[in-house]
């Protein structure tokens, strides 16, 4: 327990340079509940949502979260490199986080398969979600959750990224996915935009898109 408290409390101080000091404890809520075995997160800023998803993929002696981040906004003595090392040595995570520094780019990302979960923290235009968008279609598992932290902050990337999954949600793929396989969309696709405080800031808000099949009672829908 004391470990615990620790690395929640070390959390919270870490997370409060990108307001995730709060969002990193519902992120160790959800995989401690879901019990994932595959987490992405894009965009490792100072650590405080990777070291608390490894925690819960820790006590449910299951999972692994790959994140990955370029260190371009780190400005620390230490690299974030050691930054991360340090912490989950000392924490015992090392079976459960696999930290990349690395620029974020897709095509290097083709050895995920069944992603549970991905989370990205990085950039909001239309050019960056739209192949994220695509990338998780085709890696992630049947039953799968998109967060996109600051989202909903950002009228063009949020406007595309919401247009798209109501095109996905018709059966329809949209022109800017016209080599996507229809099967890829054959699913029920819910966007939840969740609000973090009621105070106006940058990255305040993160949006929730969640992937799951047809399902009636316990029958699958045939699309």
């Given at each position: 327990?004391?470990?615990?408290?620790?690395?929640?409390?070390?959390?919270?101080?870490?997370?409060?340079?990108?307001?995730?000091?709060?969002?990193?404890?519902?992120?160790?809520?959800?995989?401690?509940?879901?019990?994932?075995?595959?987490?992405?997160?894009?965009?490792?800023?100072?650590?405080?949502?990777?070291?608390?998803?490894?925690?819960?993929?820790?006590?449910?002696?299951?999972?692994?979260?790959?994140?990955?981040?370029?260190?371009?906004?780190?400005?620390?003595?230490?690299?974030?490199?050691?930054?991360?090392?340090?912490?989950?040595?000392?924490?015992?995570?090392?079976?459960?986080?696999?930290?990349?520094?690395?620029?974020?780019?897709?095509?290097?990302?083709?050895?995920?398969?069944?992603?549970?979960?991905?989370?990205?923290?990085?950039?909001?235009?239309?050019?960056?979600?739209?192949?994220?968008?695509?990338?998780?279609?085709?890696?992630?598992?049947?039953?799968?959750?998109?967060?996109?932290?600051?989202?909903?902050?950002?009228?063009?990337?949020?406007?595309?990224?919401?247009?798209?999954?109501?095109?996905?949600?018709?059966?329809?793929?949209?022109?800017?996915?016209?080599?996507?396989?229809?099967?890829?969309?054959?699913?029920?696709?819910?966007q939840l935009n969740i609000r973090k405080t009621e105070n106006d800031k940058s990255q305040n808000g993160i949006t929730w898109i969640k992937k799951e099949p047809y399902i009636i009672g316990n029958e699958k829908l045939k699309g």
């Amino acid at each position: 327990m004391e470990r615990k408290l620790e690395i929640i409390k070390k959390c919270y101080e870490l997370g409060l340079d990108y307001v995730t000091q709060d969002s990193c404890l519902f992120f160790y809520s959800l995989v401690k509940m879901k019990s994932p075995e595959k987490v992405l997160e894009l965009g490792t800023g100072n650590g405080a949502t990777a070291f608390m998803i490894a925690l819960a993929m820790s006590e449910n002696n299951k999972g692994v979260i790959t994140t990955i981040d370029n260190a371009s906004a780190w400005k620390k003595t230490e690299s974030l490199t050691d930054h991360v090392n340090k912490y989950k040595t000392k924490w015992k995570l090392k079976k459960y986080l696999n930290f990349k520094k690395e620029n974020v780019n897709f095509n290097n990302l083709s050895y995920l398969k069944n992603v549970d979960i991905v989370t990205s923290d990085f950039l909001r235009t239309p050019e960056y979600v739209g192949p994220l968008l695509y990338w998780w279609l085709l890696h992630s598992n049947t039953y799968s959750s998109l967060f996109i932290d600051g989202l909903c902050d950002y009228y063009p990337g949020f406007s595309f990224v919401t247009d798209s999954i109501k095109f996905f949600n018709k059966g329809i793929v949209p022109k800017n996915y016209q080599k996507l396989n229809k099967k890829y969309i054959n699913y029920k696709f819910t966007q939840l935009n969740i609000r973090k405080t009621e105070n106006d800031k940058s990255q305040n808000g993160i949006t929730w898109i969640k992937k799951e099949p047809y399902i009636i009672g316990n029958e699958k829908l045939k699309g």
